[in-house]
């Protein structure tokens, strides 16, 4: 398989915490990688990392064949680099469609096309019966539903999912795991943060552990969660569902 994401040698610290510790993945074209690991082991920083909000204290990150490690989150985002925040923040006046269609927009550059693909993205998000209510009047789960929604505008190729599961009941739960089959069904690869193993049995094709800011292992779910230093790091490591 074809390879979309190649991280060498990342390298984070703030201050005297080591984040990201000299951490080298891939990630395949088409494929939902799980990124695993207590907290505070470095996941979200990863991410921040990706999308172009932190600078590495060294390292590469190649995405479809260029070092990206420079350029700024707008140009990352216009390559198709997308992610989730662990706690969203929508803009509460806008509604629901507009919330979308104001990317879109950016993102297409006919009104019209722009119109379509909102439409289109409300619709396999199932906020479509939503569209006309305030976005800071929609519940924890749709407001999450609404960031994706959001990144699906910029016609992601890659998007990075930042615990969209955290605090969800069961039947949401699944709701959401059929939600991220879909997006990845329509040819987007994913990074699926999360703590809830369940989800990550179902949804990963493969999975990257890390611990402390290092890889501490790397494989096929099932496998993965069978190891004794994962098994460890995760029940020793002060693990806590969701503090958002
Ligand atoms: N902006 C920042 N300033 C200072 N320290 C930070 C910053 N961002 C992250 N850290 C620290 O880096 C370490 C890794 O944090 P990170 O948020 O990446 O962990 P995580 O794996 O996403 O954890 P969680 O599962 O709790 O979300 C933590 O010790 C955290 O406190
Ligand atoms: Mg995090």
């Keep these: 398989m074809e390879t979309i994401l190649k991280i060498n040698n990342l390298d984070k610290s ?4 080591h984040a990201v510790n000299h951490v080298s993945f891939e990630v395949k074209k088409g494929e939902i990688l799980g990124l695993i690991g207590p907290n505070g082991s470095g996941k979200s920083t990863c991410v921040n ?11 590469e990150i190649i995405f479809d064949g260029k070092n990206i490690v420079k350029m700024p989150v707008p140009n990352r985002a216009d390559l198709g680099i997308g992610r989730t925040f662990q706690s969203p923040k929508p803009f509460s006046n806008l509604t629901v469609y507009e919330s979308v269609f104001t990317i879109a927009l950016v993102h297409n550059r006919h009104m019209h096309d722009a ?7 409300l619709e396999l998000t199932s906020l479509k019966n939503l569209s006309e209510i305030k976005s800071g009047k929609l519940p924890i789960e749709k407001r999450k539903w609404l960031d994706l929604a959001r990144i699906l505008a910029i016609n992601p190729k890659l998007i990075m999912m930042d615990e969209v599961m955290a605090g969800l009941n069961p039947s949401e739960m699944e709701e959401s795991i059929k939600l991220v089959k879909k997006i990845n069904e329509e040819g987007i690869t994913v990074i699926f943060i999360e703590h809830v193993m369940t989800a990550v049995m179902k949804l990963c094709h493969r999975v990257i552990v890390l611990n402390e800011g290092s890889l501490l292992s790397e494989g096929i779910p099932a496998e993965v969660m069978k190891e004794e230093a994962v098994i460890k790091a995760y ?5 806590a569902d969701d503090k958002n």
């Design 235 to 239: 029940l020793g490591g002060g693990y």
């Design 14 to 17: 703030f201050g005297g915490v």
């Design 49 to 59: 990392l990706i999308s172009g909000v932190y600078t590495p204290d060294s390292g």
């Design 115 to 121: 119109r379509e693909k909102t439409e289109q993205i």
